[in-house]
């Protein structure tokens, strides 16, 4: 061992680089070497193939194998392998040895010696880190580690302790633990921070608010990082986390009153956080804002005056009327009125071909998406006959849309006929018929019985003398529909009459066109306000569209609104409260508004928009020492509709950084059954961050009760008198929910019914931070007006709002949990059975403990619909009479006319067995055969001669009739 002596001179820098290739000669016998070539560098051996041996791996000096023509190298490592150099001629292999050495052993003594000043570096440093006796943050750790961790892998070495001086000995002793496990150690010496902490300000915590603090809000008052993120499940005590942090805060003067703002969403929420933080902690000169009241103190330190509020900002109905008015207004300039009305007639509604979708169900949701409107009023059926409706409707030309055909051809299975569109002024009927040019249909519609029935129709037509105009799916697609109707309708002797834009705004007025679109550019302007964006952003974005032109013809329609609006708050000096926070924003980044504040905590964070983070970051950015605290709790974020971005919780990290995060998890508001089922519903969207609930509170029984009733009243009589029951006369809180204002009922006769029960209804939105013993949630349809609403956001608004997450209605499905989550005891559930909501086809098909069966008799149903339409695929059946007898209808009806036959005797659904139709109900044995001329019903009928089975399509002198009959049919059949 030649580097056993610690304080080994050093030799001189070997200057010459060393380096070896086998000789032709020995790599004809190569079979004894992996490396055919090396070379000696500074601190390495690069071997031939990019191999590099550091000389600190090398563990001691290397020698000469002898072999029988050649000699090897043998160089052992730190981890025990050998590397062999072979194929080196015995002429240079001792050479070879001494000059790697001699590299190697200088390298190594120098090493250590440039150590020792890294050492007491790495030690002064560590010292400034732990003699603050404060929790580390990761930011300050990482920064030694990433400084002096290189020290570790010279130190790694055998006998490295040898190498260095005396002096560093002790200081490596002190910092070798965080040498030997990085940043594990730091997470240790943190964890006994806290421990300790929590000891010293038991007392506290135990105080500080009514009920002493629980373990986790104590740990979360206590962690100290830079950026703490507070998941506060529903009823976990968030604001008591709050009052707890700011008040540890100043009690282990980590920070001073002055230093700390507290931030809250509503006025409501940072008056009461006020107030408890002087009754609690007796201080009064720390700061709670809301962001509106943060923004105009910062605007009013630079701008030395209080900014006004604009009107329209506190009023958005004033708002709406303003922009209404302002459109009103600028339909005096000619161009912007042809804007508009090219605006209407064209971009109204997105366009889409019926052949870009793969099932009716598909096509039907963008149709119901849609809610397609001619400019006469009525609703159509697709995007092709509306244009058909408003071309004849521009021209002048009367219409009538899917009236009755002249002659009555209905029966048990043909509706009546009715053409498109009937001219009643010449007679004239035009069908559009949903065909390419190779005659096929969209992929959703029978072909077959399609073009069969284009060919009654037209037969029909021509039998009656009556005159038909046809166009085609594919003339839309060639882009010469309207072109080729008025070509026909002008050789048919129709004569236009086209009205003027003034006529057509008119109409347009009149149908409420106008102020919906007024009240859409009202909501535009105030999201693009708050996404704190300029017009030419709007413009790129709108580019960037599938629907570009629609959305661009929107944004130039949209650009004078702005800018009469800017100039109605400059006119008036006012601001809005989207300037607020813009403004203040562009203070405090430009350094103009100095902040005093370090210590950052928000509240229900969950619901914070790209433009507040922002201005919270610049806050932050303004203090070299600084912490943000924020509780919330992404399963409750509902407010994406005002510019609320929940992925900044759920990537909180991704967004500001390394972050510590805790999870409160502990409800002390509803029972386990209420948190299970809650939990479970909420995560089935895997996006939102897991949780386990636990609740304070444990009961044996499910603690939700679904009603299926088509009557609200029905539907709440039973909620209550089960409440009342439940109640023994006690007085008990009851919520009444629903998704939509709408819902709401009259109270008055139950609350003179049950004088204990306190009846309060709100919308689900309202009810946030609420809670009470009882809820009752209303509408769990289907449809726009259900919950979960179907309502599309309009692509215009959706432009302007946060990125819309993946999953179908993630946001309808946390309101829902935010609904469930308000009551202590029980829920329940009312829908209507025959268009139940998603929500609860989920809660019964993937068996939710509910009891679904608690209330029956007069004015409940008996199950939800659950029979799938054959046809849609996204309807349900129902059962309807009608005078022909029981039948099966989709509930998607109009959209979707699909009928099946029923049991005539209970209603119940029939299979078919062979050519008997039979009654799948348990207590019921009706049968049917089936008409093999037409798949109609045979009906058992008397005549003059007997009984005789007669088709059900038979109609006396109708148009469309099946004469089949049968003297006898066998019915055991299917036995
Ligand atoms: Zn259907
Ligand atoms: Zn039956
Ligand atoms: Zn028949």
């Known amino acids: 061992m030649i580097f056993q002596h610690r304080m080994l001179t050093l030799a001189s ?8 290739t086998t000789s032709w000669l020995a790599q004809l016998f190569a079979n004894h070497t992996d490396y055919l070539a090396f070379n000696a560098h500074n601190d390495r051996i690069v071997l031939q193939g990019e191999k590099h041996i550091p000389y600190l791996s090398i563990v001691s000096d290397i020698r000469v194998e002898q072999g029988v023509f050649w000699n090897s190298l043998a160089v052992h490592l730190v981890d025990g392998q050998k590397i062999l150099l072979g194929g080196i001629s015995k002429k240079h292999a001792k050479t070879l040895q001494a000059s790697l050495n001699q590299a190697i052993q200088y390298h190594i003594v120098a090493f250590y010696q440039r150590l020792t000043s890294d050492i007491e570096q790495a030690y002064l440093h560590a010292q400034s880190i732990f003699q603050a006796k404060r929790y580390i943050r990761y930011p300050v750790a990482q920064q030694w580690l990433k400084t002096h961790q290189h020290l570790a892998q010279g130190l790694k070495r055998q006998g490295a302790a040898n190498y260095v001086e005396p002096s560093a000995l002790t200081m490596l002793q002190a910092i070798q633990p965080m040498l030997n496990h990085g940043y594990a150690y730091i997470e240790q010496w943190n964890e006994a921070y806290v421990q300790q902490q929590l000891t010293e300000f038991q007392t506290f915590f135990d105080q500080v608010e ?49 230093e700390i703002l507290m931030l809250a969403f509503a006025r409501k929420a940072a008056d009461e956080m006020e107030e408890r933080i002087q009754t609690k902690l007796g201080v009064n000169v720390l700061t709670v804002k809301t962001f509106h009241s943060l923004g105009k103190h910062i605007i009013s330190q630079v701008e030395g005056v209080v900014p006004a509020i604009s009107k329209m900002a506190e009023d958005e109905h004033l708002r709406a009327r303003f922009v209404d008015a302002q459109i009103q ?100 009927y035009i069908e559009h018929f949903a065909v390419n040019e ?77 102020s919906a679109f007024a009240q859409l550019l009202a909501q535009v302007l105030a999201l693009f306000k708050s996404a704190y964006l300029n017009i030419k952003d709007m413009v790129t974005l709108a580019g960037q569209h599938e629907d570009k032109e629609r ?20 006119d008036t000096q006012t601001i809005d409260f989207e300037d607020m926070i813009g403004l203040a924003i562009r203070y405090v ?58 992925t900044i919780t759920k990537e909180f990290t991704k967004h500001f950084g390394y972050t510590a995060t805790s999870i409160l998890d502990k409800t002390f508001r509803f029972n386990n059954k209420i948190g299970e089922f809650s939990s479970k519903f909420v995560m089935r969207n895997r996006t939102q961050i897991e949780k386990q609930m636990h609740s304070q509170h444990q009961v044996g029984q499910p603690a939700i009760s679904l009603i299926k009733t088509n009557q609200d009243s029905v539907g709440l009589n039973a909620a209550l008198s089960a409440i009342h029951v439940k109640s023994q006369n006690k007085t008990v809180s009851v919520l009444i929910l629903a998704r939509n204002s709408f819902k709401r009922p009259d109270l008055t006769a139950y609350k003179n019914q049950y004088p204990n029960l306190q009846l309060q209804f709100m919308t689900v939105h309202a009810s946030k931070g609420k809670e009470a013993d009882y809820v009752i949630i209303l509408g769990l349809d289907k449809g726009k007006h259900g919950f979960p609403s179907e309502k599309v956001t309009p692509p215009l608004l959706d432009l302007l709002l946060p990125k819309a ?12 949990y935010v609904a469930v989550t308000r009551a202590r005891h029980h829920v329940y559930l009312i829908s209507d059975a025959a268009k139940a909501s998603d929500f609860i086809r989920e809660l019964i098909h993937d068996e939710y403990e509910m009891h679904r069966d608690e209330f029956h008799g007069t004015g409940f149903q008996d199950k939800i619909a659950d029979k799938p339409c054959s046809q849609c695929q996204t309807g349900f059946m129902l059962t309807k009479d009608n005078q022909y007898g029981s039948f099966f209808a989709c509930n998607q009806y109009p959209l979707c006319a699909h009928t099946e036959p029923a049991c005539q005797w209970c209603g119940g659904e029939l299979k078919e067995q062979g050519r008997l139709k039979v009654c799948t109900s348990k207590r019921c044995d009706y049968i049917e055969p089936i008409c093999p001329a037409c798949g109609g019903s045979m009906r058992l009928r008397k005549g003059p001669y007997g009984e005789f089975w007669a088709c059900s399509n038979y109609r006396k002198g109708s148009e469309i009739s099946c004469e089949h009959k049968e003297k006898q049919i066998d019915l055991s059949a299917h036995l």
């Open 13 to 20: 820098k070997p200057s010459n680089t060393t380096s070896y």
């Open 210 to 258: 009514s009920n002493p603090l629980t373990d986790k809000q104590r740990r979360a008052c206590v962690i100290d990082e830079q950026h703490n993120l507070v998941l506060a499940g529903a009823g976990t005590g968030k604001t008591s986390t709050m009052i707890g942090r700011a008040g540890y805060l100043l009690q282990s003067e980590i920070a001073h009153p002055q």
């Open 329 to 428: 207004q600028l339909l005096n300039d000619e161009q912007y009125k042809s804007r508009l009305v090219t605006y209407f007639l064209r971009f109204s509604y997105p366009y889409k071909s019926a052949f870009g979708f793969k099932s009716l169900g598909e096509y039907n949701q963008y149709i119901l998406d849609n809610e397609l409107r001619t400019l006469q009023g009525e609703l159509v059926k697709s995007y092709e006959e509306c244009e058909i409706a408003n071309f004849l409707y521009r021209q002048g030309v009367r219409y009538q849309y899917e009236a009755n055909y002249q002659i009555n051809t209905s029966g048990p299975d043909y509706k009546a006929y009715q053409p498109d569109f009937f001219l009643p002024d010449y007679g004239i």
């Open 438 to 514: 190779h005659n096929q249909t969209p992929p959703f519609i029978d072909q077959k019985s399609y073009l069969e029935g284009m060919t009654w129709k037209r037969s029909l037509h021509e039998k009656h003398q009556t005159q038909l105009i046809e166009t085609y799916s594919y003339q839309k697609h060639q882009g010469i529909l309207t072109q080729s109707l008025s070509e026909q309708l002008q050789q048919a002797g129709v004569s236009f009459k086209p009205l003027a834009n003034n006529e057509l705004l008119k109409q347009l007025n009149q149908l409420g066109q106008v």
């Open 551 to 570: 959305m661009q013809a929107a944004a130039f329609l949209f650009e004078p609104i702005l800018e009469l609006y800017q100039q109605q708050l400059r």
């Open 589 to 646: 980044e430009s350094g103009q508004y100095q902040s005093p504040y370090r210590y950052l905590l928000v509240d229900e964070f969950q619901d914070i928009s790209a433009s507040r983070a922002r201005l919270v970051e610049a806050l932050l950015n303004q203090q070299a020492d600084n912490s943000l605290f924020c509780v919330g709790d992404d399963w409750q974020s509902i407010y994406r509709f005002t510019g609320s971005d929940v």
């Open 805 to 816: 997450e993946a999953f179908a209605y993630a946001e309808e499905r946390r309101l829902f």
